[in-house]
Each structure stands twice: as C-alpha cells, then as structure tokens.
C-alpha cells in the first residue's frame, strides 16, 4: 500500500479554509449560496440547484472540528431544504436534487445516523427517479419546455444519490437506473479521445438523439471544462459502487483527456476548445472538482496505477492554493476566486462559486486522509 505524507501546505490551507467558514457561517448561518457578488455570497431560495454545498461544507468541516454548532446550521437547512417538496418550489427541482441531498440529508445520515436524513435521502432518490425516461435510458435534466428531452453531462454527480440508495435501502431498481444512465453517457456524451459533451438532447418519445448542444461551453464539439470535471468525478464513482470495469476504463479515458488539456499554470480554462485558451477567464471550480475526482480515481486502482492521477490532483489542489485562494482577502467570502458559472450568458464570470469551494475542500480533506466522502 502507498504510503503518503500529507503536504505542509495542504495542512495549511485546510486552517485556512476552517477558519474562512467559521467566519463566514457566522455571518449567513445555514443558508443557501451560489456565486459570489463583489466578493459576498448572498442566500439564495433552496431551489437553486447549488443549495446543498454551503449546508455540505458545513458538515465536511464539523467533521473535522465538531463544531456542533456547524452541525446544528447544516440540519436547519436541510429542514428548508425538505420544504421544497410541498411548496412551488417543487417546479424548480430537477435531476440537480442529488447536488442538494446527497451534500446534505445522506451526508448527514453517513455523519449522525439521523433516522431523518436517510428518510430525506429517500425521497430525493425517488424523485430523481421519475426523471427517468425509460425510451431512452436516460435521466431528463430540466423541467422548462424550451429544454425539453436535454440530458447533460453533469448528471454524471447526480447518480450516487441513486447508488447510495440502492444499497442503503436494498433496491437494486435505484442502481438499475442509474446503471441505464452511465450507459446512455458511456454511448453519446464521452468522444473517442475521452472529451466530453455537455449537453444532448434526445427525442422525449423515442429517445432518440436528435443533437448535440455546447450549453455552458464554447460549442457543440468544444469540450466545457466543468462539463469534462463532472465526468472525470462520476464515472469512477460509479465504478466504484458498481465494479464494472467498463465505467473504470472510460474514467481513465476522460481524466486523461482533462489532464492532457491543462496549461502549463493548471487551473483550467472555462472550455478546453476556445480559440484561445491561454486569454480565456479561467474556472477554478472545474479544477476543484477534476481534483476530488482524479483522487477518487487513484483510490480505486492497484497501488502504483494510479499515480499520474493522484500527482495531477495534488498540481491543480497547490495551483489552485497558489492561485485562487483567499486567505489574504477579508473581502472575499468564497474559498476560491476565479471561477466561471455560465460564459455564454455571460453569468458569474471570474467570481467564487460554492460548488468550487466545496470540492476544493473536499479534495484537499482527502490528502489529508480522509476516505469516506458524502457520494
Ligand atoms: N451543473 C451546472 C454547472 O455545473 O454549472
């Protein structure tokens, strides 16, 4: 077994980032956030699709401390959370319910053994349940009728919540879907050179694919680097609920596509495939979460195997530290500054957004040793 030392400044920045959320939970307690606005988060309804990282951070950071008044935050928010579901707020829940529960009600189940939260869990398995369309296998992203029949690379994150639930409640019928999924983004989304689309959409009543979308990236064949970082994380997850070895090799295949298309500097540009890649705004949530993913990835390969993927994510964890970080800017909320959200509507360019600073802190607990994450 590989021995590692955690690396000084990784230590460093995991007291960094305790103290940046003890500040900043004090401010907005158990709220739900997005994107930074002049440095400041501000809460948001608990539709918003990002609504479960603050409350998740919240509990990856009691973790660590015990700070049960962090604990105590991160439940009253999934208490609102759970509101969703008998208010209007129900419209504006889609396939993201795995971001906003697995985060939350199943990391809190994992963390406190609350009866509560695995009911929570439940619930949000069977919603993201009947977003499933059986004439195509797969998991229909969003509700509004101009997006009709789209199915997006990012749901990739969303399946644990299935495979959690499979096993926790001895359903195979939760796996059996997600497995259907990972299939159908096995066959349309991940490109021969292991590049990733973002979005197709498929007919609703055949399931037939009708075209490939560029979405939040560049175009159509452009590769979106968050896009690309949800599927170096969700295919060696789902690997490693499934152990089929198909989902391993395309995770290989797909991490070592993103590592091939980082600068020299690698915090990774919002798409892969703009003209050029060196001038455009940079996303350091796509780097975070490729992080947490390529260790996930190394974690699940014989000793040795996984070597250029663990030293890959311990290059974008020190750059993103280098670069990105706040901890000499009060002005900031975010843990991590230059991040991009949506370019193409020119929406949370080059600001902090949550999901970035929750893997960043995510990964950087997992070089410190930790080995049970909420997915
Ligand atoms: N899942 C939407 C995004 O990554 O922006």
């Not at 399931?207 to 969700?234: H, N």
């Not at 600068?263 to 996303?283: H, I, L």
């Not at 994510?313 to 991590?336: I, M, S």
Request: negative net charge.
């Amino acid at each position: 077994m590989t021995i590692r030392t955690t690396p000084d400044w990784a230590i460093a920045a995991q007291e960094q980032v305790e103290r940046k959320v003890m500040d900043l939970a004090e401010r907005v307690g158990g709220a739900f956030l997005h994107a930074s606005v002049q440095g400041r988060y501000h809460p948001l309804a608990s539709d918003v699709w990002t609504s479960g990282f603050w409350p998740g951070i919240l509990l990856q950071v009691y973790r660590r401390t015990e700070a049960t008044s962090l604990l105590k935050m991160a439940k009253a928010a999934e208490d609102e959370l759970e509101q969703a579901f008998v208010s209007d707020l129900l419209y504006g829940l889609h396939h993201d319910i795995g971001f906003q529960f697995q985060t939350t009600a199943v990391a809190r189940y994992k963390i406190a053994s609350d009866p509560i939260a695995r009911r929570r869990g439940l619930l949000a398995t069977s919603f993201l349940m009947s977003r499933f369309n059986p004439a195509g296998n797969f998991i229909e992203a969003w509700n509004t009728e101009d997006r009709r029949g789209m199915v997006i690379i990012d749901t990739m994150m969303n399946l644990p919540l299935l495979f959690w639930a499979a096993e926790e409640f001895k359903q195979p019928r939760f796996r059996n879907v997600a497995e259907a999924h990972a299939e159908t983004a096995v066959r349309y989304f991940v490109r021969e050179d292991g590049s990733t689309h973002h979005i197709i959409r498929f007919d609703q009543k055949t399931g037939a694919p009708i075209e490939a979308l560029g979405g939040q990236g560049y175009a159509p064949d452009s590769c979106w680097s968050r896009g690309q970082s949800w599927a170096v994380y969700g295919f060696p997850l789902a690997y490693r609920y499934t152990g089929v070895s198909a989902y391993l090799e395309v995770a290989k295949r797909i991490a070592d596509n993103f590592i091939a298309a980082l600068p020299p500097e690698y915090v990774p540009p919002w798409d892969f495939r703009v003209p050029d890649p060196s001038t455009a705004p940079r996303d350091s949530s796509a780097g975070a979460i490729a992080a947490s993913g390529l260790l996930e990835l190394a974690s699940l390969l014989p000793d040795g195997a996984g070597e250029q993927y663990y030293s890959a994510a311990v290059n974008l964890l020190q750059a993103l530290t280098t670069r990105c970080a706040t901890w000499e800017r009060p002005d900031q909320d975010g843990l991590l500054m230059h991040a991009t959200g949506k370019l193409p509507a020119n929406e949370n360019v080059d600001v902090s957004l949550i999901y970035g600073d929750f893997y960043y802190l995510e990964a950087l607990g997992k070089l410190a040793g930790l080995t049970e994450t909420c997915w």
